[in-house]
């Protein structure tokens, strides 16, 4: 079964941390259903959500993942009914 989260991630320095973000996010690209990034300008973090349908297992798998990141901070918040994948 399948759950709809919201991930929040800040990038403290989107400079470094951009490309393998990215990268991963790609990974993922079956369970993300939105994206919104704001870039708070030069030298500045940026911000960016993603809507996701998924397992708790993949959902977990890609919070863990880009949280790894240096300067990178993740949180998930996950609807508590379970939907038909």
């Known amino acids: 079964m399948a759950k709809a ?6 990038l403290e320095n989107p400079h ?8 991963i996010v790609s990974d993922y690209q079956d369970i993300i259903r939105g994206r919104m990034g ?4 030069v030298g500045r973090p940026s911000l960016v959500s993603f809507t996701v ?4 297992d993949k959902i977990n798998s890609l ?5 790894a990141i240096p300067e ?14």
Do not use: R
């Not at 470094?16 to 990268?23: D, I, K």
């Not at 704001?38 to 300008?41: A, K, Q, R, S, V």
């Not at 919070?63 to 949280?67: P, R």
């Not at 990178?72 to 994948?85: G, T």
């Open 16 to 23: 470094e941390s951009q490309q393998e973000f990215n990268l």
């Open 53 to 56: 349908v998924g397992s708790m």
């Open 63 to 67: 919070t863990g993942k880009l949280g």
């Open 38 to 41: 704001i870039p708070l300008g």
């Open 72 to 85: 990178v901070s993740v949180k998930a918040s996950v609807s508590k009914i379970e939907l038909d994948d």
């Open 5 to 10: 989260a919201v991930i929040s991630a800040i």
